[in-house]
């Protein structure tokens, strides 16, 4: 069982910036991809950014450019520093891990970007 804590969000201006931490329980080297999802009222979850063991990433077409994900692995969290953020990008962010077969989510952070 893998747990999954996030931090880091709120409410901020069109254009500011924002940074979301996700703590997990283990190593992070034990899992096959870690990676950011978004999910906004009366819309699909979708991905945001992931990043594979071997630190290879990748990000949807909306945020390239915007945000980057990281990985502290002495503090076994992954990081996505969200700038130049727009109203378009509210909503829960919710931090996924892959290990083995096994998919694990963290309970969700609210993002809200006022214009």
């Known amino acids: 069982q893998v747990q999954l804590v996030e931090s880091g969000g709120g409410l901020v201006q069109a254009g500011g910036s924002l940074r979301l931490s996700c703590a997990a329980s283990i190593s992070i080297f034990s899992l096959n991809t870690m990676g950011w999802y978004r999910q906004a009222p009366g819309k699909k979850r979708e991905l945001v950014a992931a990043?594979?063991?071997?630190?290879?990433?990748n990000y949807a077409d909306s945020v390239k450019g915007r945000f980057a994900i990281s990985r502290d692995i002495a503090k076994n969290t992954v990081n996505l520093q969200m700038n130049s953020l727009k109203p378009e990008d509210t909503a829960v962010y919710y931090c996924?891990?892959?290990?083995?077969?096994?998919?694990?989510w963290g309970q969700g952070t609210q993002v809200t970007v006022s214009s």
């Open positions: 990043i594979t063991a071997g630190g290879t990433t």
């Open positions: 996924k891990a892959d290990v083995a077969y096994s998919t694990y």
